[in-house]
């Protein structure tokens, strides 16, 4: 009970009350249209003039509202006044226009529902505070009093405390019937205008979409930015022990610096730029490294931190790595850059990296690397391997896991996948990536 005046008159209570107004208002076209064809029928009759009439230019004005909110833009209109005025959580109402025939139709019941109540609290907020005002002020007022009503308890005759006591009811009915209605509308919305099935997949797809879009960039963030942050790291190190020693070796560490901020400024840019809503591409944007084009590069900036590589490549069929599905060359790349930023951190020893081309194990029909046709479906494999780090001058992890975890989304998005960790007594990263299918 002690809530009850912030029930009838509270904040929330007076906007589901202006949003049962705004209901009122937009039935007033509907209302005036269905008069004139209600006046019609009744043979010329004035519909403002009959109570009977108005009821029935009511019951028609329905109808029409109905019909026309099978239109989409409707519940988007709907669900933002719902939203603020009626304090549903936002949630629990769908978004965007209503597609289906089903969704149409719950909209369509939603807009009759609170243009036809809203008309009734509209008329009755018009309608009863005047009278109450004067029935309040009756006995107070001389004017009122010398005026024959004769409506029983609304007499002027009658004992001058019933008009107060029934102006006040008739208020506290008006609040009380306001903030009923706006109960009956705020519970209604969501099951009328709540997302459907097909509403929430296309919502959950929209999450997807999202999410895949934040991982790429997540991905090309970490490898391009922590790669070279490791590698820089190492360079310097490697150059600051060799300062007195091997000016030469110096030298090239600082080159291999230079050339790896540079080459990462560009491509941190590329990837700012995915961060911008229809930023167009850059025509002197780096372009996404490759396997054919940058695996070299890379294997020498690495070597500059003093970390010796031994590299085997084997092309097989292709000839060249140039001839690779565009996709699987950049994604190979990436997972190479990887590889070696893990060794360098977590590694000692020389690197062994074998990147070859081999006959897949699946028993497909015959696949297309590009368009040369082949018997057998081909797979582009690298391994990567070199002596693990004792414990004590491992570099500690800050990543949590991040990298390895991007190559092999990064594999998987090609159907193939990657592998990491002790193998022997070595470790050990090895990656497979499918061939047929990659689009260039």
């Known amino acids: 009970m002690r809530d009850a005046p912030a029930r009838l008159l509270g904040a ?18 509907y209302f005036l249209l269905a008069q004139v064809g209600v006046g019609v029928a009744a043979g010329g009759a004035n519909a403002f003039s009959s109570f009977p009439l108005t009821l029935a230019a009511y019951a028609a ?4 509202a109905a019909a ?19 304090g549903v959580p936002g949630e629990r109402l769908a978004e965007g226009p209503a597609l289906s025939w089903a969704a149409r139709g719950r909209t369509s019941a939603w807009w009759t529902l609170h243009l036809g109540v809203g008309a009734l609290v509209s008329g009755m907020t018009l309608a009863v505070p005047p009278m109450a005002v004067v029935l309040i002020a009756l006995p107070f007022v001389s004017g009122p009093r010398a005026t024959e009503l004769g409506l029983g ?3 002027t005759r009658a004992e001058p405390y019933v008009a107060p006591v029934l102006g006040i009811g008739l208020l506290a009915a008006l609040a009380l019937c306001a903030a009923g209605a706006g109960v009956l509308l705020a519970r209604t919305a969501p099951v009328l205008l709540g997302p459907t099935a097909a509403d929430r997949l296309a919502a959950a797809e929209e999450r997807a979409a999202d999410l895949a879009v934040r991982n790429r960039l997540a991905r090309e963030l970490h490898d391009a930015v922590g790669h070279a942050l490791s590698a820089v790291t190492l360079q310097a190190a490697a150059a600051r022990r060799m300062v007195e020693r091997d000016p030469d070796f110096v030298r090239e560490a600082l080159a291999a610096i230079e050339d790896t901020t540079r080459r990462t400024v560009g491509e941190l840019d590329a990837v700012l730029g995915l961060l911008r809503d229809g930023d167009p591409a850059r025509p002197d944007a780096a372009p996404a490294p490759t396997l054919a084009a ?7 900036r690495t070597r500059a931190a003093g ?7 084997e092309p097989g069929a292709v000839g060249d790595w140039a001839a690779l599905p565009a996709i699987v060359s950049r994604e190979a790349y990436r997972i190479v850059q990887e590889g070696l930023s893990n060794a360098l951190r977590h590694g000692t020893g020389p690197v062994d990296l074998r990147i070859r081309v081999r006959a897949g194990h699946d028993s497909t029909d015959r696949d297309r690397l590009r368009d040369r046709p082949c018997d057998q479906p081909r797979e582009l494999e690298i391994t990567m391997t070199n002596p693990p780090a004792a414990p004590e001058d491992r570099e500690p992890r800050t990543t949590g896991g991040r990298g390895l975890r991007g190559s092999a989304e990064r594999a ?11 193998h022997e007594d070595r470790w050990r990263l090895r990656a497979v990536l499918p061939l047929a299918g990659g689009d260039r």
């Open 412 to 422: 998987a998005l090609l159907g193939g996948s990657v592998e990491a960790g002790p």
């Open 294 to 300: 940058d695996l070299d590069g890379l294997l020498a």
């Open 12 to 29: 929330r209570a007076r906007l589901r009350w202006i949003h049962l107004i705004l209901g009122g208002a937009l039935l007033m076209p």
């Open 68 to 86: 026309t909110a099978v239109f989409g833009l409707v519940r988007p209109l709907s669900v933002s006044a719902v939203r603020a005025l009626c």
């Open 307 to 313: 970390t010796a590589i031994t590299v085997h490549q």
């Open 153 to 155: 308890w609304f007499s």
């Open 61 to 64: 004005a329905l109808p029409l």
